[in-house]
């Protein structure tokens, strides 16, 4: 059965101080794997798409990594405003996308 | 904005009631999409439409009934739910869905449903 698992589940960050989120996947075929903040009350927002293993993509101070078994989300230097829940998710060739439970990211002032 | 719309944004209804929630999407995509977030767990995907015709509906229960007149509209008839059925749904669309297409999904803000 296809699996996305993300961890951790809660991150809690000073101002500054740059950390990763990690997306593990267990997919029969992945055509690609996308990443999405999600702000209270809202719907998620899309960030980055990466297709193959050693891809990576950059927006503002988020970089997004793909290898064969997981992703990561690297933020560097977060201001308070990266307060959100990523979310991963894979595309398996399959009618739907396979969501991942998030990552519920604070970034402390 | 994200391009598309859904309302209401928040609905409290009782166990008998019959509501609609609506979609719309103004980006030409040919899929549109109904989602259910529930607390602490992943988006769970409920009904898909590829060009009006419904090509997934993942075992939800017959108390939700999904409507597809176009590909910018997309409705979701909601009767005798159930408490457990409170949760945020939300309405995507993409380019296309299955095997083709650029796999972006595009969300709208959600309906906060309440089940009392």
């Known amino acids: 059965e296809d699996q996305v698992t993300q961890s951790p589940e809660a991150l809690r960050l000073q101002e500054g101080e740059s950390s990763s989120l990690n997306c593990s996947y267990t997919?029969?075929?992945?055509?690609?794997l996308f990443w999405y903040r999600q702000d209270p009350g809202k719907g998620p927002e899309f960030l980055f798409t990466?297709?193959?293993a050693g891809e990576e993509k950059e927006k503002e101070r988020l970089k997004a990594t793909l290898t064969k078994k997981e992703s990561f989300l690297h933020i560097t230097a977060p201001k308070p405003e990266d307060s959100a829940t990523y979310l991963c998710?894979?595309?398996?060739?399959?009618?739907?996308?396979?969501f991942g439970p998030g990552t519920r990211l604070s970034v402390l002032p | 904005e994200t391009g598309v719309t859904q309302t209401p944004r928040h609905l409290v209804m009782g166990m008998t009631n019959k509501k609609s929630l609506k979609c719309e999407q103004h980006?030409?995509?040919?899929?549109m999409y109904w989602y259910k977030q529930s607390a602490k767990k992943p988006l769970e995907l409920m009904f898909v439409?590829?060009?009006?015709?419904?090509?997934e509906n993942n075992s939800v229960p017959s108390r939700f009934s999904p409507e597809c007149p176009n590909s910018s509209h997309l409705f979701l008839h909601l009767h005798t739910l159930q408490p457990e059925d409170s949760a945020l749904y939300l309405c995507?669309?993409?380019?296309?869905?299955?095997?083709?297409?650029?796999?972006?999904?595009?969300f709208g803000e959600g309906s906060r449903l309440t089940v009392l």
């Open positions: 995507a669309s993409s380019q296309e869905s299955g095997r083709v297409g650029t796999g972006e999904l595009f």
């Open positions: 997919v029969s075929g992945l055509r690609g």
């Open positions: 990466l297709y193959s």
């Open positions: 998710a894979v595309d398996n060739y399959g009618q739907n996308f396979v």
């Open positions: 980006l030409g995509h040919n899929a």
């Open positions: 439409y590829n060009f009006k015709e419904q090509t």
